[in-house]
């Protein structure tokens, strides 16, 4: 029987088909977490997607029947798993390989033979980014069912959420100092940072969203390109997109992007790639499987015009409340949030967002943006 020191633990669910391999990692992690294993594909799956899931998996890659590609697919195209990052720890070594398990969905790739040390750090710093996750998802869940608390959301994110990214952002530097790190660990240490950073961002955000609600957000315009905002996204989506049978096609003044420079318009950018990364995601998510999201930037009266459209369709009963807090439908965990926030973001902006829903078998949301800065 399990002990409750053993209970609050962390779980690390190691996958690998050789049991020498089980016992090097289970050695390596089995002091600081909760170790489950499984020899073969479909245990992993079972284990994912049972009552007591994994907080984090290594997953190796060349196993029988099922591999790790196939395994990873699965549970990222799964809702009750596709949040557990993914770690993959095999012996394929050629930059193919790598470039598809980041593809898939794996926040990591370690290959074997395996640093022991190095493999408890980038354990650690994934696990301490999930638990910074799951403390901004709590606090963010407490706000929703209590408005009182909303005067408090700036201390507790500051005080309960930043000071573990503090340590996991310096983490990187400290094993640096250890020295004899090859330029592709080097790498790793830097994809950890800026996921750190990106969690950092996502907090301030939200400081960011109350703000506008108020009405005292201090808006910073500046240049930015909206080709180059909007080409980055839908590379964070392909996967996404890829696993519905759905793709992206984007037009300027209906001209094919690629044969336009530039679409610049005056922003901030994070709050742009923001509120446009959450209205393409709800495309896609609406969207029957192999139709395209289309994507046209235009420029109508002194403004720009940002229309995603996809071939899905929005119930009547909430069009006209489209905007509007807390109003979803049909999604598993939606909070109603994603829309609502791009009213305030374009608000900001001096801009506008609107549905239309008049054609039958196509919903269009409509973005307009200032194409220059706007006057204080």
């Known amino acids: 029987m399990q002990n409750n020191d053993q209970r609050l633990k962390q779980t690390v669910l190691i996958v690998d088909d050789m049991p020498e391999n089980l016992a090097l990692l289970d050695e390596a992690l089995g002091k600081d977490y909760r170790i489950k294993v499984a020899l073969h594909g479909e245990k992993a799956i079972k284990i994912a997607l049972s009552e007591d899931p994994p907080d984090l998996i290594l997953l190796d890659i060349i196993m029988p029947e099922i ?14 798993a596709r949040d557990i990052p993914i770690m993959f720890v095999t012996g394929k070594r050629e930059v193919e390989d790598e470039i598809m398990g980041f593809r898939l969905g794996a926040v990591d790739y370690i290959m074997k033979p395996i640093s ?6 980038r354990v650690k710093n994934h696990l301490e980014l999930i638990r910074a996750r799951r403390q901004l998802e709590a606090q963010n869940k407490m706000l929703l069912e209590t408005a009182q608390l909303r005067e408090d959301v700036e201390q507790m994110t500051r005080h309960d959420l930043k000071n573990p990214l503090n340590a996991i952002l310096s983490y990187p530097q400290l094993i640096e100092m250890v020295g004899e790190l090859n330029d592709q660990q080097q790498q790793f240490l830097r994809a950890i940072e800026i996921a750190g950073f990106r969690m950092l961002n996502m ?14 957000y201090t808006f910073q315009s ?3 390109n909206l080709i180059q905002l909007f080409q980055t996204i839908i590379k964070e989506t392909q996967e ?12 300027v003044n209906n001209l094919p992007v690629h044969a ?10 994070l709050l742009c790639y923001s509120m446009f990364a959450n209205l393409l995601r709800n495309a896609l998510e609406a969207s029957p499987p192999e139709h395209p999201i289309v994507i046209n930037l235009t420029q109508e009266q002194g403004m720009a015009a940002i229309r995603i459209q996809n071939t899905g369709t929005v119930p009547e009963s909430i069009r006209d409340r489209f905007f509007e807090k807390y109003v979803t439908f049909g999604k598993h965990n939606g909070t109603g949030l994603g829309t609502y926030s791009a009213r305030l973001i374009a608000g900001a902006h001096g801009g506008s967002v609107q549905l239309d829903a008049s054609e039958p078998g196509s919903t269009t949301v409509i973005v307009r943006l200032p194409i220059h800065t706007p006057s204080t």
């Open 240 to 251: 996404f997109a890829h696993q519905r049978n759905l793709w992206v096609e984007m037009f």
């Open 67 to 80: 591999d790790g590609y196939d395994v990873c697919r699965r549970l990222k195209a799964d809702d009750r």
């Open 222 to 224: 500046a240049p930015m």
């Open 203 to 216: 907090i301030n955000r939200s400081l960011d969203m109350i703000k506008m609600e108020r009405g005292i």
């Open 116 to 121: 022991p040390p190095i493999v408890r750090a």
């Open 260 to 269: 336009v420079d530039g679409f610049i318009i005056y922003g901030e950018e």
